[in-house]
């Protein structure tokens, strides 16, 4: 990979070193998901960017145009997409090393069955400058590996912070996955740009309280919460939503509207581990799904609703993510983010991060 920073490339060298980090090179092949005539120049760039690493590229082109990506629509409404039923194109895409998703097929069976042959996904739909901005590396896989092996042998998680939560997931459950924004393993699939990771308490298993405090990130609204939030949660439910002002109200009606039980059970949880991800930038930058704010080093990633993506039973479409600042998060009692910085040597990163 070239020694160039990031932000010194164009878009089609970008693409160049991302597929790098992928191990795409001479003798690979790449096909390329696209829809309608949506995201054209990525599509250009990631062809391009194939054949110039000496890899066979072609481009799945859909006709149909079932979701909407852009803007501030984001792609909340999942569920089916313009390649369910066209079996020509699933098998295209099970032929070949590593299919670049310029759709959002995640949470789809297409997008399991492709993995599931072995070929390698790599989602990428956001900003060209939020893909330059938080750019991976080889380090932060290692660290995000790291943090896995903790998440992944520990029997309990337990959050806290200064505004009043206390809450403990059994763990054991479910599988760990990772996130670190490419991917060169037969089968995984990865967003460029991310870097957190994340499992899910038992069913029954997460019991406590969520103080949302002001300034935590309330996603799909893609704002920050402004006044308190308070969430009871018991066996793995959400049982009571309150708070002071306007936000436990909206949190509490975009709940009701799916009309759905399961939309107060609990989704993953985690934390984030990306230092070029930043924390303000929705006061500014409204654009894409929202990576920074999942991805800011040292959040919390606390989420309700589905955990269809780690092999449990709750498919509702009612999910929210929430990425906590100031959060203090233990293993085992084993402390691995402490007020919103994360402590364990591997896992934290070797650079300053501004808080
Ligand atoms: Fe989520």
Redesign the pocket.
């Known amino acids: 990979m070239s020694s160039r920073s990031p932000h010194t490339m164009s878009f089609l060298e970008l693409c160049k070193a991302e597929l790098e980090l992928c191990g795409i090179g001479e003798g690979s092949t790449v096909a390329v998901l696209s829809q309608a005539d949506d995201r054209t120049a990525y599509v250009n760039a990631f062809l391009n960017a194939s054949e110039e690493l000496g890899a066979t590229a072609f481009q799945v082109r859909l006709n149909n145009r079932l979701s909407t990506l852009d803007g501030d629509e984001g792609v909340w409404a999942v569920g089916a997409t313009p390649l369910a039923g066209n079996r020509p194109a699933i098998e295209a895409l099970k032929g070949v090393d590593l299919v670049v998703d310029t759709i959002f097929l995640l949470f789809s069976p297409e997008q399991l069955e492709i993995q599931a042959s072995g070929t390698r996904i790599l989602l990428c739909i956001e900003p060209v400058e939020h893909l330059r901005e938080m750019f991976p590396d080889r380090t932060l896989r290692e660290r995000v590996e790291a943090g896995a092996e903790l998440l992944g042998n520990a029997k309990q998680l337990r959050f806290t912070n200064a505004a009043g939560s206390d809450i403990t997931y059994d763990l054991g459950t479910y599988p760990v996955i990772t996130q670190y924004g490419y991917t060169d393993t037969p089968g995984r699939w990865d967003h460029w740009p991310s870097g957190f990771l994340f499992t899910g308490g038992a069913d029954d298993g997460v019991n406590g309280k969520v103080m949302i405090a002001p300034g935590d990130i309330v996603f799909p609204f893609k704002s920050y919460a402004q006044s308190p939030i308070e969430l009871t949660i018991e066996a793995g439910r959400i049982v009571d939503v309150r708070g002071p002002g306007l936000d436990a109200d909206l949190f509490a009606d975009y709940m009701k509207s799916f009309d759905d039980p399961d939309a107060y059970g609990i ?2 949880i985690g934390w984030g581990m990306l230092e070029t991800a930043k924390w303000g930038v929705l006061a500014y930058d409204r654009r894409g799904m929202g990576m920074h704010g999942r991805s800011f080093y040292g959040n919390v990633l606390f ?1 309700t609703g589905p955990n269809g993506e780690l092999g449990g039973t709750n498919e509702t479409l009612c ?1 929210i ?1 929430v990425p906590m600042r100031n959060c203090t998060l233990e293993l085992d009692d084993q402390p691995i983010v402490v007020d919103g910085d994360i402590v364990v040597d591997g896992v934290k990163s070797a650079r300053t991060v501004a808080a």
């Open positions: 989704a993953h989420s999910h993510d």
